[in-house]
């Protein structure tokens, strides 16, 4: 007797290619361990006893001056000033992260916004819009956050504004291309032909059809507006000092050549920033294969897979 064919939805069918990455699986599990332990930061500074301005200068210096390695009582040695290297690991990630995914969320709303205009109406509005991007395309960015800092002084506001600025013409570019080919679409003309409005059909009909560049674009948008704010704050441009930065850390090792004598000074808060955009970019192929199942390396993955046996 046969038996009825179970029929799965699209959420599952995509947890389930999403499962099958291992890549992709490792990283949301150190990404979930990174925002545990930014989140745990101030639990953290209770059980250590330090808080990340603390300066332990008896037992955190040397005789000679130079901060004292990796040990029981600084899990990942101290710096030049006597303060707890792990202990501002962890606020330096609870920082990183409130910007990259505040500014990405903020850049992938604006991106998105103009874009789905943009591409929408076409013609002088695309024309406007698009020419506006390429110029703020154009604008260096040093030399504008050095002005603006000079005039507001370096803050965590001003750093968000700066990653949102500069990043959201990237997702606005993707989808305006996507709403390009999708507005003379049978869907739509459709929707025109019923009489609907031009805001209810890019809401309703354009936009549920940009999600999954959406959600995978935004991801990796998130490793690019950490690294933008650890060079702004390893420039001095960003996040205030004594507060701890990842790239605050480095510039920290790096002004004071600290690092010829204290490794760890640069490597913790270096090997932190590479582990975490490498997660996320991996984090953003696995969702763009789970989300497209058509996608380049997928398609190539099953090819592979399918000679394999035949080689044999």
């Known amino acids: 007797m046969n038996q009825p064919v179970q029929q799965r939805s699209s959420f599952d069918l995509t947890m389930r290619r999403l499962l099958s990455d291992k890549a992709g699986l490792i990283s949301l599990c150190f990404i979930l361990l990174l925002v545990a332990f930014a989140v745990g930061a101030d639990g953290i500074a209770a ?7 603390d300066q332990f200068r008896d037992t955190a210096l040397t005789p000679t001056g130079l901060p004292v390695g990796p040990n029981a009582d600084f899990f990942f040695g101290a710096d030049q000033l006597g303060r707890d290297v792990f202990v501002r690991l962890a606020y330096g990630a609870r920082i990183s992260l409130a910007i990259g995914v505040v500014a990405s969320l903020l850049a992938a709303l604006i991106g ?13 509005v695309d024309v406007v819009l698009g020419r506006f991007m390429d110029l703020v395309m154009s604008i260096p960015v040093l030399l504008c956050m050095l002005s603006l800092v000079a005039v507001f002084g370096p803050s965590v506001p001003l750093s ?6 500069f990043s959201w013409t990237t997702m606005g570019r ?5 709403v390009l080919s999708l507005r003379e679409r049978e869907f739509v003309v459709a929707a025109r032909s019923l009489g609907a409005g031009h805001l209810s ?19 990796m948008m998130v490793p690019s507006s950490i690294i ?46 590479l582990l975490t955009t490498l997660s996320f970019n991996i984090l953003g192929d696995a ?12 398609a ?11 080689a044999s």
């Not at 968000?160 to 600025?165: C, P, Q, R, S, Y």
């Open 47 to 53: 059980w250590t006893g330090h808080s990340p301005i």
């Open 112 to 124: 998105v916004t103009v874009g789905l205009v943009s591409g929408y109406f076409g013609g002088w």
């Open 160 to 165: 968000v504004a700066v990653i949102v600025f």
């Open 174 to 178: 993707v989808i305006r291309g996507q």
């Open 201 to 219: 059909i890019m809401v309703t009909d354009i936009l549920p059809n940009l999600t999954v560049p959406i959600i995978i674009y935004t991801t």
């Open 228 to 273: 933008f704010e650890a060079t702004l704050s390893f420039l001095g441009l960003g996040i205030v000092p004594p507060a701890p930065s990842w790239g605050g850390m480095l510039a920290d090792a790096a002004n004071n050549s600290i690092y010829m004598f204290a490794w760890w000074l640069v490597l913790f808060p270096g090997l932190a920033l």
């Open 287 to 298: 969702l763009r294969d789970a989300l497209d199942p058509n996608s380049s390396r997928r």
């Open 300 to 310: 190539l993955r099953k090819r592979s897979k399918q000679k394999a046996p035949a």
